[in-house]
């Protein structure tokens, strides 16, 4: 097993070296795979709010999603619930290790200014690998820069039985296949770090997901799922860039009585991708039970285009406010009539 580990490594930084970022893997306008993949196009089973509020002078956006953890969804009562052996279905007709994802787009203006396309929230009943790390109950919110018409296309050939990607490139028969693997590795850092990612950020070689990318995190900052208790940033890549960021929040976290807070700044190696998040934090009110994840990152446009654009959509944003008033109000007078 170690063996085939250092082999899979050596084949994940040979193919980053020799390969090109592939631009042109994924062309065209239509759908690769159903949209249905991607999971649920909704998320108002868990209260989801948005707020977003940009500081012009600063150049500077703070981009909140909150919500409140749906109960209702299964957590299993023992660990054979996960095995791949299990044929029992949990309380919502799936299996208990099955992807239960919910998206939503962000608005125009959000994504002009921050690079995000849309969200994702991601329960996981039983966790995902690597096993003994991350294989409890937990939230991802995966933020996609990438459009979910674009993720339908992010495919590979899978490891039999599992739902992850084949962590070799000889193996796999696609261009899309291969571009899992095509990690933004800096090669004038010391230690090879991945571009645009937190120093110290390794790609796990088999946790590229199809429809979602490669998976990296600081694996000498990792909990295990004994003591996974705070949130963790998790970055996302494909085709030789970022696609997504993510915290993930454990269990423990979003639920019970006491508040619960965190906080982390984050800074990038060889950084081009200029409005990642500069810091993110995450509270837990016990009261309302409700959870908000807040990033602060510097805006896409600066100066008289950031100007401009806030000005713009303050302005639509009026002409649809008094559009709607003006459609209530007709509907009031039809009702008198």
Request: proline share 6%; glycine share 8%; with cysteine.
């Amino acid at each position: 097993m170690l063996l085939h580990k250092r082999i899979a490594c050596l084949l994940l930084v040979l193919t980053s070296f020799h390969t090109e970022v592939l631009s042109s893997v994924i062309t065209g306008d239509d759908y690769c795979e159903s949209i249905e993949g991607l999971g649920t196009n909704n998320v108002d089973r868990f209260d989801f709010e948005t707020n977003f509020v940009v500081d012009a002078e600063e150049c500077q956006f703070t981009l909140d999603f909150s919500f409140i953890h749906d109960d209702t969804l299964p957590l299993p009562q023992s660990g054979d619930q996960c095995m791949p052996t299990y044929t029992g279905l949990a309380s919502d007709g799936l299996p208990y290790s099955a992807f239960r994802w919910h998206y939503e787009s962000v608005s125009e203006h959000i994504k002009k200014l921050t690079g995000v396309d849309h969200i994702s929230l991601d329960f996981n009943s039983c966790g995902h690998p690597p096993l003994g790390i991350f294989t409890v109950p937990h939230y991802d919110l995966h933020v996609y820069r990438v459009s979910p018409k674009f993720r339908t296309c992010m495919t590979c050939d899978k490891i039999e039985g599992a739902p992850v990607c084949i962590p070799d490139t000889n193996l796999q028969s696609t261009e899309t296949g291969r571009a899992f693997f095509n990690a933004p590795v800096d090669f004038t850092s010391e230690n090879m770090d991945i571009a645009n990612m937190p120093k110290g950020f390794k790609v796990g070689l088999g946790d590229a997901v199809p429809l979602m990318g490669g998976h990296s995190w600081n694996v000498q900052d990792q909990p295990t799922a004994e003591t996974w208790t705070e949130p963790i940033w998790i970055m996302g890549s494909f085709d030789g860039t970022i696609t997504n960021y993510e915290p993930m929040l454990p269990l423990p976290f979003f639920t019970g009585d006491e508040d619960k807070n965190y906080y982390e700044e984050l800074e990038y190696v060889s950084q081009t991708i200029m409005d990642l998040p500069k810091s993110y934090s995450v509270s837990y009110i016990g009261k309302t039970k409700r959870t908000t994840i807040s990033l602060i990152g510097g805006t896409a446009l600066c100066g008289d285009a950031l100007t401009k654009e806030v000005d713009d959509t303050k302005k639509k944003s009026k002409k649809e406010g008094k559009q709607q008033k003006g459609k209530k109000r007709g509907k009031k007078h039809v009702r008198r009539l």
